[in-house]
């Protein structure tokens, strides 16, 4: 599994310099200026349809439910996702490209989630068919690429999928040099590619860049230096510090821009929540008939309404310290924002 690292929130009494107040301002526009049948999960599916168009710009789905690591930052390490591997029906991975496909989808599609995806190459023939009938979107697998070979690599880049590579020192080794840099040698020799560090870059996502034969940068890879501090709580199912002593009061875009279906074909709520854990943020079910992706789409009204406006979080988002979803207290959306919004447009002459 690939874990983002936190990015951290804008909350009351924290200082803010110049940039902050900038991206804040520009996200409040944003939140405020959306249509409230956002927030309607009774909205027409074609209504739907076209507001997924303009909106969603990142696809997540979990091919299958195997990941064959247990790291201690991720909840695998106690919900079983080893002794079987459950795959995402062909009818469930075939509604959603065929739904992509009515928008003509060309915006990121990408597998990641709890899950290994090349534990089982049989993924590989999705992806070829993934990128058949999406030939406008971005393909993306998330790997921590213990199954990465030259030629599983080979037949990737020649789909033009990206890979973001996940590598792990040994545990309690995660900052030691040397170990760091056996994996990676380790890494370099069974793939045959080329890593080297990108310039400037220290810690963080994006460590280095992965470049193929040709000298081309193909993918982006980064060393897993995960503490206590910087993990997300992953919708509370983390026992870690921050579950008692955060609270979430930023807003967050996730359900506006960002889908998640996993291996058993669910919906649910963001990246960070899973149907083995999180029944409560299971918002639609793609093996019903009657479900599709914007279907889905339109249920995540509710969410949406009381993750883009002001006031503490709760539920599975309360100790989310994911930092995609600035700005909250005033700026978030409430009646006077969409109030100061829209005369800012008329004055703008956008009404």
Not at 25 to 41: G, P, V, W
Request: net charge neutral; hydrophobic share 35%.
């Amino acid at each position: 599994m690939y874990s983002r690292l936190s990015k951290g929130n804008i909350l009351p009494g924290q200082a803010m310099n110049i940039k902050s107040i900038s991206d804040s301002l520009k996200s409040s526009l944003y939140i405020n200026a959306m249509d409230k049948t956002m927030f309607d999960e009774a909205l027409p599916r074609e209504a739907s349809r076209q507001l997924f168009k303009r909106y969603v710009h990142d696809v997540e789905l979990e091919n299958h439910s195997y990941c064959n690591r247990v790291c201690w930052f991720c909840p695998n390490s106690f919900i079983d996702r080893r002794s079987t591997n459950k795959f995402m029906t062909d009818a469930v991975f075939d509604k959603i490209l065929r739904n992509l496909a009515e928008i003509d989808y060309e915006q990121k599609l990408e597998w990641s989630g709890y899950a290994e995806h090349f534990a089982d190459l049989s993924f590989l023939d999705r992806l070829m068919e993934a990128k058949t009938r999406l030939p406008k979107a971005s393909l993306i697998v998330f790997t921590n690429g213990d199954y990465l070979d030259e030629d599983v690599v080979g037949r990737v880049i020649s789909m033009g999928v990206r890979m973001h590579v996940d590598i792990y020192p040994p545990e309690g080794d995660e900052f030691n040099e040397e170990k760091i840099e056996a994996a990676l040698n380790k890494f370099r020799k069974r793939t045959r590619l080329t890593v080297q560090k990108k310039d400037g870059v220290v810690t963080g996502w994006g460590d280095y860049e992965i470049l193929d034969k040709q000298n081309r940068n193909i993918s982006s890879l980064k060393i897993g230096k995960y503490t206590k501090e910087n993990i997300y709580t992953r919708g509370g199912a983390m026992d870690i510090p921050k579950r008692s002593t955060y609270q979430r009061y930023a807003t967050c875009l996730k359900p506006v821009f960002h889908m998640n279906v996993n291996f058993d074909g669910k919906g649910v709520l963001c990246c960070h929540t899973r149907t083995d854990f999180h029944s409560d943020a299971i918002i639609a079910d793609l093996n019903d008939d009657d479900e599709d992706m914007f279907t889905f789409f339109a249920k995540l009204g509710p969410a949406r309404k009381h993750l883009l406006s002001a006031g503490a979080k709760c539920g599975v988002c309360a100790t989310c310290d994911d930092g995609d979803g600035a700005p909250g207290g005033i700026l978030a959306r409430t009646d006077l924002g969409v109030m100061v919004t829209k005369q800012l447009k008329r004055l703008a002459g956008r009404s």
